[in-house]
């Protein structure tokens, strides 16, 4: 998947996301990801996949739940630190 690309960013997000919640749950791209059952641990493990994917690296003033809790929220996240949006 091309993760350079707005729809490649989105894909991959919702796959890791799906993935972690399971495939018999379905979630918007506004959907607060962490009333689906998520934990602070699954936080910790979305960061880490951030970083390793998007290459970016997530500051501590960028630990706001705002940033992480919705696919699109993490879409503008990622467009934010690698300087396109």
Do not use: P, Y
Not at 27 to 50: H, I, K, Q, Y
Not at 67 to 77: P, Q
Request: proline share 0%; hydrophobic share 45%.
């Amino acid at each position: 998947m091309d993760v350079t690309t707005q729809a490649g960013i989105k894909a991959t997000i919702r796959e890791f996301l799906q993935q972690r919640v399971g495939q018999e749950i379905s979630f918007s791209e506004t959907d607060d990801v962490f009333t689906l059952g998520l934990t602070s641990l699954f936080a910790l493990e979305l960061v880490v996949f951030l970083e390793k994917t998007f290459d970016i690296t997530v500051e501590n003033e960028d630990l706001d739940l705002q940033n992480f809790n919705t696919v699109n929220h993490l879409e503008a996240f990622i467009l934010k630190k690698k300087g396109q949006l």
